[in-house]
C-alpha cells in the first residue's frame, strides 16, 4: 500500500500548497487580461495600439505558466512538452518587458504630439510593435535549442510550476540581460516624459482643459507599475532555478498587476450593466 504512494511522492513535489496558489492566480490573470481585451474591443472603447500588445503579451505569460496544468505532480512531462513549456516561460518575461517599453514609448510620443500639435505617426508604432515577438522568439528558440541539445537537462522545476533547462546559464542570461535592458530603457523613457511634463506645466494642465488624447492617469499608473511590478520582473533572472515558494508565486503576480493596474475596471462594469445609453458611453470613455 505504501510502495505507489511513496513513488508517487518522489516523481512529483510535495508541496501541492504553492501549486495550486500558483495556478490560481495564473488562471486569474489570464481571465481578467482575455475580458479586458474582449469588452475594450467590442465596447467600442479608446485604447492606445500598444494597450493590446502589453495586456496579449501579458496574457502569453500566463497561458505559457499554464502549459504544464495537469503534468505538475506525478511522472515527469513528455520530453517534447517539457521543451516547448521551458521556452515559452524563459520567453514570455522577455515579451511582457518588450511590451511594457513600447507601451511607454507610445506615450511619451502621445505627449510629444499634445505638447507640440504635431500628428502622431502610427507607422513607428507599427514598426516597433514587431520587437515583442522578435525579442520573444529569439529567446524561445535559443532556449529550445540549448535544452534540445542535451535533452537531459530538459527537467520539471523541484517545485512543478514549470519546465526548465537545468544548469543551462545562457537561456537565464539571455532573459536576464534583455529584461533589464527593455526596464532600463523603459526607465529612461519615463524620465523624460516627466521632464517634458514638469517643464511644460502650463501646457499640460491646458492639455487637461481640452481634453487632449494623452492619457496622464495611465502614465502615472505606468511609473507606479515600473517601480513595483517591474522589479518583480527582474527577479525572473534570479529566480528561474530557484525553489522558495514565495519567491515562485511572485512570478504569477506579474500578469495579474498588469491586468488590474492597466485594466480600467470602472469601464468594463459601465459595458456589462450601463446597456440603456451606448453613445454616451462611448463618448465617456477615456483612452487608456
Not at 160 to 181: N, S
Not at 185 to 191: D, H, R, T, Y
Not at 268 to 287: A, E, I, P, W, Y
Request: net charge positive; proline share 4%; aromatic share 12%.
Amino acid at each position: 500500500m505504501d510502495g505507489p504512494s511513496q513513488l508517487f511522492r518522489r516523481a512529483g513535489p510535495d508541496d501541492l500548497t504553492t501549486i495550486v496558489v500558483f495556478d490560481t492566480i495564473i488562471a486569474i490573470s489570464f481571465f481578467i487580461l482575455i475580458v479586458n481585451v474582449l469588452v475594450a474591443w467590442f465596447g467600442g472603447m479608446q485604447r492606445i495600439k500598444t494597450w493590446y500588445l502589453l495586456q496579449l503579451a501579458a496574457a502569453g505569460y500566463a497561458l505559457s505558466f499554464a502549459m504544464l496544468l495537469g503534468h505538475q505532480t506525478g511522472p515527469e512531462p513528455p520530453l517534447q512538452f517539457c521543451a516547448m513549456s521551458a521556452a515559452l516561460i524563459y520567453a514570455a518575461p522577455v515579451g511582457a518587458s518588450s511590451a511594457t517599453l513600447f507601451f511607454v514609448i507610445e506615450l511619451h510620443l502621445r505627449l510629444s504630439s499634445a505638447l507640440f500639435s504635431r500628428t502622431m505617426s502610427n507607422k513607428f508604432i507599427y514598426w516597433v510593435a514587431w520587437g515583442i515577438p522578435l525579442s520573444h522568439g529569439v529567446v524561445f528558440w535559443t532556449a529550445l535549442l540549448v535544452g534540445l541539445s542535451d535533452v537531459s537537462k530538459i527537467q520539471r522545476d523541484p517545485t512543478g510550476i514549470y519546465c526548465h533547462v537545468a544548469d543551462a546559464k545562457l537561456p537565464t542570461l539571455m532573459t536576464g540581460t534583455l529584461v533589464i535592458i527593455f526596464l532600463a530603457a523603459m526607465l529612461l523613457m519615463e524620465v523624460i516624459t516627466i521632464v517634458h511634463l514638469v517643464r511644460q506645466q502650463a501646457m499640460v494642465r491646458q492639455l487637461r482643459i481640452r481634453g487632449s488624447d494623452f492619457p496622464l492617469s495611465l502614465f502615472i499608473r505606468m511609473v507606479v507599475f515600473t517601480f513595483f511590478a517591474g522589479f518583480a520582473i527582474v527577479l525572473v533572472d534570479v529566480v528561474m532555478n530557484a525553489t522558495n515558494a514565495t519567491i515562485i508565486i511572485m512570478l504569477s503576480f506579474i500578469p495579474l498587476s498588469i491586468a488590474l493596474v492597466f485594466g480600467t475596471q470602472a469601464e468594463l462594469l459601465q459595458v456589462f450593466f450601463c446597456h440603456g445609453n451606448r453613445d454616451k458611453r462611448l463618448s465617456d470613455s477615456t483612452m487608456v
